[in-house]
């Protein structure tokens, strides 16, 4: 008789909205990778399925060198120094958050404590009091995901759009404006080239969203006047596929449509018309040739010549 495989269920990322188009200043990939794993192990909903308030939940956390290298794809050994430099980062750096109805942007640190166990390869972090309601459970003012969805991401810039997008998942629709949009990227003063800003961020994004997830994003720019001022990004997922659990409840599974094998062999097969090879004229003038170039001459017409 087999035993039944039991999988460990996947780490979930609350945040506020607020926070989830926040500035991040410096952070690089791995750092905001190591602050979203230990955002997924807050505890959210008490014994009874009630939602937390932010001062009842615990804001000390370890995550270990072993569980990051496991949901990222890592290897344990290149873990160990990612994890202690996003500490190091955290405890040093502050988000920016846009405050538009009362006219204020808040500067608000992540960590009051963070500790490196160089024995057991974990970091153990305390999130600040300030930092404490952006990361409580508060039913529709909070974005949504699992951990594993981003975790094959190889941009900053992929993570944080695929981010923005979970906002409107029933709409499909997400209007930015491009300044927005650099400080949710945390640009700063890179980029200012609006081409290169695009190119090199959310053009690139869009592309890793449509090779890795079971989304299918394109976008639109908006111009005011001859400046791109706004970036309207749609999405949905591609294909659905119905399936219902034993107590009759519905699951929808998002399967990546396959490419038609038959219309890429056909592709493959259509081959941009060479170029004719040069015509060999055989002149007088090349008779009397030297036998040096007689022999170029001789190579030139092997290689070009009518076989």
Not at 91 to 109: A, N
Not at 151 to 161: E, K, M, P, V
Request: hydrophobic fraction near 35%.
């Amino acid at each position: 008789m087999k035993m039944a495989t039991i999988k460990p269920k996947l780490p979930k990322i609350y945040k506020s909205k607020r926070l989830n188009n926040a500035n991040f200043g410096d952070f690089t990939l791995n750092d905001y990778q190591v602050f979203l794993m230990l955002i997924a192990k807050l505890g959210k909903i008490d014994e009874n399925g009630n939602y937390l308030q932010s001062e009842k939940l615990e804001r000390e956390h370890t995550l270990t060198a072993l569980e990051f290298a496991h949901h990222f794809n890592l290897e344990v050994k290149h873990a160990y120094a990612l994890l202690k430099k996003a500490g190091t980062k955290m405890m040093k750096s502050f988000i920016t958050i846009e405050r538009p109805e009362s006219f204020k942007t808040w500067q608000i640190g992540i960590t009051s404590f963070a500790e490196y166990n160089h024995k057991e390869g974990s970091i153990t972090i305390r999130f600040t009091e300030e930092i404490m309601p952006y990361l409580a459970q508060v039913k529709q003012k909070f974005v949504l995901y699992n951990l594993k969805e981003i975790a094959n991401f190889g941009s900053l810039y992929t993570t944080r759009l695929y981010e923005l997008i979970q906002e409107f998942k029933d709409t499909g629709i997400l209007l930015i404006t491009v300044e927005k949009l650099r400080t949710a990227f945390a640009i700063g003063t890179k980029y200012t080239a609006y081409k290169d800003f695009k190119n090199l961020t959310f053009a690139h994004a869009c592309n890793e969203i449509n090779a890795k997830t079971d989304y299918n994003i394109t976008f639109t720019e908006i111009k005011t006047g001859r400046k791109v001022t706004s970036v309207q990004f749609e999405f949905k997922k591609t294909v659905v596929e119905k399936r219902f659990k034993p107590d009759g409840s519905q699951v929808n599974n998002y399967i990546k449509p396959k490419h038609n094998s038959d219309k890429i062999e056909a592709a493959k097969a259509i081959e941009a018309p060479k170029k004719p090879a040069p015509t060999i004229q055989k002149t007088e003038r090349m008779t009397s040739l030297s036998p040096i170039a007689s022999a170029i001459m001789e190579d030139i017409k092997n290689k070009y010549g009518k076989k």
